[in-house]
């Protein structure tokens, strides 16, 4: 182990027993920081990153969103989410069509192309989400992803 490794673990071990490193604020944005950096290093490959996979996820459900609401579900605001579909839609991965029920608006599709390549991202994500899950059982798990949407979608 080097010198680095053994540093920062033992400064982790340090802080354990502080009053923050049971703080739930601190613990949320601490296991989002790690899972986003895991996340985006296994989308690096694909040219996507948390951000611009969500969005491309969003285009593929099915679910036809319009920026806006891309906006208020992933908590960004709506001049972060034009660049993020700007993006997307040079690559060839999502379309901005007309909102059937507002023509002012447009909602996001993904094209084919777009869904080629969100399958592989899901894999990506999978596989992180499998190694930041690995020390909870599968109970825990599901235990986990029920709490944090109950906390995520409590607005």
Known sequence: MDTTTSTAVSSIERFMASELAGDIEFLTARTRALGSARANKALENLGLKVRSYSVLSLACSGLAPTQRELAEFLSLDPSQIVPLVDQLEERGMVERQADPQDRRSKVITSTTAGRQLYKKARAATTAGEAITMANLNPDEQKT?????????FSD
């Open 144 to 152: 986990l992803r029920n709490l944090l949407s109950r906390i995520a």
